[in-house]
């Protein structure tokens, strides 16, 4: 606790004052450390033996942000625009004395103080956009007259971290320490005061330019697919390049108040936190440590395990890829480099960490090379012998202890369990594809599963940068077993009339990247028509496009035809689903978008709360953050369960009993929770206190 209040503790080094803020775990900028900052500036200019200000926090952050638990309540005061305010007036230099994390209000804290110093290593960013939000305390106005408004433009609406490094105007000394930031505090003294607010060289070029932002800000809005707030973010910039910095301000403000109060940030926001619940575990003893992953082994070196293996090479943990054959692991490393020498080409990898990556790789035929990995993951055809064969291999040779994980899609990890004497040391970790760039993993809990291997999947998907979540066993587990209900609307309404380019745009219009058609092109059509051979099933249109040897974009010519990757319509897929459709006695009609749209989502919705009656899912929020981050459910909605809530589930559920009596499908009719729910008139989740 410090003296001026339990987050703030003003100190003194000769001339200069240092006031410290400790608001455990990244100094979150809520009331309590707001007006413990205000008191302290108060108790500086009363002393005037101090003739410069250092503020700094932990070495783990400056300040990671506001507390967006305050979101939606009326905040106590100081609000952080007053604190930036009485810092920016102060009349002795404020130096912000940067380490580990300056993100969100925390930067805009520091973009307040007439200087900045950080320490190497450190994180700089405005990441707010990913809340729905923009920067509200003068980080859209300040951040141009640094950085230039091109790319501040860039940096606010991708919202992504900058390292210290490449924070080019951003920072004005780099300091590794504490003495470092007081000894530069102390060069300070006696200069005029530089205020950010008073800069605007950098703004001239795009004055004199006005459709300099307008190109800057068309690809951004783009990828944005419609959302709010960077196109909120675009606005704001534009205003600290036209308008008085006051009036830029006040430009923001307004923005930032539209936005909070607007269903696309509540959604976000839900977001946010429903990542960090998917990780709680019921039951989970507390205080349980992982053991440490200091060496992965994959088996299988095809797309997905390749992209898995590159998971652990990424995060600087050394990876043995195990195939059968010398040439199919040949070929798989020759595409992990190739992945790589991408990354190069696009800027996102310099060209000496492809050697450095390479390295962390062992490639063999060998199976023994696995006998020190700390965990293996399968990553090998999808057939249940085949699964018996490589299980029963590991249990023999894997160390004691080893965590053995599927990468299975759809099969029953207790079955594969039961082919190892270790079935507590088993899980699924079904990673999406390709591995290497998906950010979901699905951690699939077994009936045998000990904790301490769900703890360390968890702990692995920390590691290698995905956002997990533990589901149980079932055919499909969470994702796979909700889009197979997509599935078999998305073939019914080619049935009953709908075109394959209406139904994709309807769902890209909704905020996927793709539709269900044009995704399946990608995948490849025949990976399904397999799995439904091999389950005596059916699905007529799909069926009849792979036996005339349209498999997708790998043969260019699927539900599409293809010019390279560009799909276009094709009337040879019309004539072949006309021809079902005789086949069949199907008589079409024309099929609205509201149909297509309530037909796409709906019965999605409907089983994942048959997956919460059974318990495969714990929380509604753990189906969003599988679909969010594994099928590209558009954010701004908060993920199918959230959106079913703002929706209501009465219509809904009604809208499921209109299609089950129509089409006379009673797969279609509302699971007992939804209709429960539907009576009681609530939703799936309450709102919290965050999202509300």
């Known amino acids: 606790m410090g003296n001026i209040n339990a987050a703030v503790d003003l100190q003194q080094d000769g001339d200069v004052a240092v006031i410290v803020m400790d608001n455990p775990p990244v ?16 108790a500086v200019r009363a002393k005037p033996e101090a003739k410069a200000v250092v503020l700094i926090g932990t070495p783990r952050a400056f300040s990671g942000g506001a507390d967006i638990t305050e979101f939606g309540t009326i905040q106590k005061q100081p609000l952080l625009p007053e604190v930036i305010a009485v810092i920016e007036a102060f009349d002795r ?59 501040a433009l860039k940096a606010i609406v991708a919202g992504t971290h900058i390292p210290v490094e490449k924070a080019e105007g951003l920072v004005d000394a780099m300091c590794a320490t504490r003495e470092e930031a007081v000894a530069f505090a102390r060069s300070c003294i006696g200069k005029p005061l530089a205020r950010v607010r008073d800069r605007d060289e950098k703004l001239q070029e795009a004055r004199a330019n006005p459709g300099l932002l307008d190109e800057a800000a068309a690809p951004l809005l783009k990828r944005a697919r419609g959302q709010l707030s960077p196109a909120a973010c675009v606005q704001a910039v534009m205003g600290a390049v036209n308008l008085p910095f006051d009036e830029g301000l006040a430009l923001e403000r307004k923005l930032f108040r539209d936005l909070v109060n607007s269903k696309e940030s509540r959604a976000q926001r839900h977001a946010f936190f429903a990542e960090r619940e998917a990780t709680k575990v019921p039951g989970m003893p507390a205080g349980l440590k992982a053991a440490p992953v200091k060496k992965a082994a994959i088996i299988g070196a095809g797309t997905m395990g390749g992209g898995i293996a590159m998971c652990f090479a990424n995060a600087g943990i050394p990876v043995t890829i195990v195939e059968l054959k010398q040439d ?24 000496g960490d492809v050697a450095k990556r390479m390295a962390l790789f062992t490639a063999t035929t060998d199976w023994s090379a696995i006998a020190d990995a700390d965990v293996v993951i399968e990553a090998v055809f999808e057939t249940m012998e085949v699964k018996r064969e490589v299980f029963t291999k590991l249990d023999a040779i894997a160390k004691p202890g080893a965590l053995l ?78 889009l197979h209900k997509r599935s078999a609307q998305a073939e019914a309404l080619l049935l009953e009339g709908a075109l394959p380019q209406q139904v994709d745009a309807v769902v890209t219009k909704f905020g996927f990247p793709m539709g269900p058609y044009a995704m399946g092109d990608l995948a490849g059509l025949d990976v399904g028509w397999r799995i439904r051979q091999g389950r005596g099933t059916t699905a007529p249109i799909a069926d009849a496009l792979c036996e005339a040897g349209r498999y997708g974009q790998k043969t260019n010519a699927g539900y599409y035809k293809y010019d390279g990757r ?99 499908d009673e797969t279609l009719r509302p699971a007992k929770l939804l209709r429960d729910l539907a009576n009681q008139g609530a939703g799936f989740a309450p709102p919290t206190k965050a999202a509300a």
């Open 93 to 151: 230099p404020v130096i912000a004395a940067m380490s580990g994390v300056a993100l969100g209000g925390g930067l805009e804290l520091a973009l307040g103080c007439h200087y900045r110093v950080a320490a190497p290593g450190s994180k700089l960013g405005l990441p707010e956009v990913k809340l729905g939000i923009l920067p509200g305390a003068g980080g859209t106005q300040r951040l141009p007259r640094l950085m230039g408004p091109v790319a």
């Open 405 to 482: 994980a599927s990468n299975t899609s759809t099969l029953d990890v207790d079955q594969i369990a039961s082919f190892t004497k270790r079935p507590q040391d088993v899980l699924g970790m079904h990673f999406f594809s390709p591995a290497n760039v998906m950010k979901l993993l699905e951690i699939v809990r077994g009936k045998a599963s000990s904790y301490e291997s769900l703890a360390r999947a968890l702990a692995i998907g920390r590691a290698i940068g995905k956002v997990s979540a533990v589901v149980g066993v079932c055919d499909g587990f969470v994702g796979n077993r909700m």
């Open 566 to 664: 560009t799909p276009s319509p094709d009337p040879e897929v019309q004539r072949i689903i006309a021809e079902q459709q005789r086949k069949l006695g199907v008589n079409p009609r024309t099929i609205g978008d509201d149909e297509i749209f309530e037909r796409m989502f709906y019965p999605m919705i409907n089983e994942g709360a048959r997956i919460l009656e059974e318990g495969i899912a714990t929380r509604p929020s753990d189906i969003d953050v599988i679909w969010m981050n594994g099928y590209g459910w558009p954010i701004r909605t908060g993920g199918p369960m959230h959106y079913a809530d703002t929706v209501g589930l009465k219509h809904i559920a009604d809208r499921l009993d209109f299609y089950a009596d129509r089409n006379g």
């Open 27 to 42: 100094n979150a900028l809520g009331y309590v450390l707001r007006g413990g900052l205000m008191q302290a500036m108060e």
């Open 328 to 351: 199919a692991l040949d070929r798989g490393m020759g595409v992990v480099e190739k992945n790589y020498r991408t990354a190069v080409s696009r800027g996102s990898m310099q060209e």
